[in-house]
């Protein structure tokens, strides 16, 4: 049963495309929610959530097959023979069926042969398995760095343009239709692409950057402002690309709130809201998000009697 947990688990986290494991998922929510309360005071702590959620789901994942197959191997110590000089008549207990397993898993011969065939079979699978575990996890890792760095290029980019509009008083709907078209659009890509890599490994949500203006949960309020300011635009163009980063803000407000936030049915705003919060960062832009939403709303009610009529 425990190897089956692991093995399952592992393949949910790292192969199937939902990206779901019951047990990594779990555990790194225990890790988020144990330590936020230390951020409270130590503003770095949630820096380390991330890294530890990981090495602790694969360290448990470990553990799950150590001491599943030592639990198979227990009953079976009578048909194992001892290297000369070790009195079997003291290798008889559950530690010594861990140090065979141990051994297995990580392919390294020990002190104690197994007789029979079906044994002998069993320790080759969970060598091969301890190695698949192995290359799965340094994949993993490998696999989860370039996704934070596509979220923090992201909000570093979005936080440039946030700086350029409270400082230099530019708008990006004060562009031409053809630059803001392209910008909105590229917006709208990429913040797609980091909802799809998250859905992908969820454990990216548990990585807090330490720097403000690299926070995704920081400047999702701007970019839903964004979108709501370009959707009423009255160019064509603008008003497409505005649809279209509106859809991709939809989208990964839905995924955040329903996943990480048990905020299945919450409005956009209240989950890109409490996203920030349970990040511990202040956003930008919540005041911008809020009268641009109420305003998207009149002007499309007014649209759509409009078109009634």
Not at 7 to 23: E, M, R, S, V
């Amino acid at each position: 049963m425990l190897i089956a947990v692991s093995i399952l688990d592992q393949f949910q986290t790292l192969f199937y495309p939902a990206g779901h494991g019951t047990l990594s998922s779990w555990i790194g929510k225990i890790v988020w929610r144990l330590i936020r309360p230390i951020g409270r005071w130590k503003k770095n702590a949630l820096t380390f959530a991330g890294p530890i959620s990981m090495l602790l789901i694969i360290v448990v994942w470990a553990n799950l097959l150590l001491f599943g197959w030592a639990l198979l191997f227990y009953p079976e110590l009578g048909s194992f023979t001892m290297m000369q000089g070790i009195d079997p008549q003291q290798h008889h207990t559950f530690a010594d069926a861990v140090n065979i397993s141990l051994g297995s898993l990580i392919t390294l011969a020990g002190d104690m042969m197994p007789t029979k065939r079906f044994l002998r079979f069993a320790m080759g699978v969970e060598g091969v398995v301890g190695f698949g575990l192995l290359t799965a996890s340094v994949s993993w890792l490998l696999s989860v760095y370039p996704i934070l760095e596509s979220a923090r290029s992201f909000a570093q980019q979005v936080m440039s343009m946030y700086s350029a509009r409270e400082k230099a008083k530019i708008n990006l709907l004060d562009l031409p239709e053809s630059e803001a078209l392209t910008i909105f659009l590229e917006l709208a890509t990429q913040l797609a692409t980091v909802r799809n890599q998250m859905a992908q490994f969820p454990v990216t949500y548990y990585f807090n950057v330490g720097e403000r203006k690299t926070g995704l949960s920081v400047v999702m309020p701007f970019v839903a402002y964004l979108a709501d300011k370009a959707e009423v635009d009255q160019r064509p163009g603008v008003r497409l690309a505005g649809c279209v980063l509106g859809h991709a803000v939809k989208a990964f407000a839905e995924f955040i709130g329903g996943t990480f936030l048990d905020l299945p049915n919450a409005d956009r705003n209240s989950i890109l809201i409490a996203l920030a919060k349970d990040h511990m960062r202040e956003p930008v832009g919540v005041d911008l998000m809020q009268r641009s939403g109420a305003l998207s709303r009149v002007v499309t009610g007014r649209l759509n009697a409009r078109e009634a009529g």
